[in-house]
């Protein structure tokens, strides 16, 4: 056998080399790459969007835990304003006497909290 190049070539009568029975396989990386690429890129989405919904639903309690303060001591007005102010809407507003119950939405999640007015108590010495 030659040497040319630093390939071994087969002469007639020869076994071929390793590098000439295996040409068939030559390009297998491309497919291999190419569908290892696709699977992180789904991955990655898959992550994001996660991330979202996580995001919007800490963001939906934040909102009705704020609302439900507020409508506990100023009424549906505040709670309207507060879950705008924190990126919801209320989608529900109940009220029972001194408790208050809130149904906020932020994007795709929703939040419901719950307060109670208490009359003020000052410390005493």
Do not use: I, K, W
């Not at 007639?12 to 290892?36: E, K, L, N």
């Not at 001591?73 to 809407?89: I, T």
Request: hydrophobic share 50%; with cysteine; aromatic share 4%.
């Amino acid at each position: 056998m030659d040497r040319r190049g630093g390939r071994e070539c087969a002469r007639a009568g020869q076994v071929p080399s390793r590098a000439r029975r295996f040409r068939g396989d030559r390009g297998q990386a491309v497919p291999v790459v190419a569908g290892a690429l696709a699977l992180v890129m789904v991955l990655g989405f898959g992550a994001v969007r996660l991330a979202g919904v996580v995001t919007d639903r800490a963001r939906a309690h934040s909102a009705a835990d704020a609302a439900a303060l507020a409508g506990a001591v100023e009424g549906r007005a505040a709670a309207d304003r507060l879950a705008a102010a924190n990126g919801g809407r209320v989608m529900a507003f109940e009220s029972y006497g001194d408790e208050v119950e809130v149904t906020v939405r932020v994007g795709d999640a929703e939040a419901v909290a719950r307060a109670r007015l208490e009359p003020f108590a000052p410390e005493r010495p």
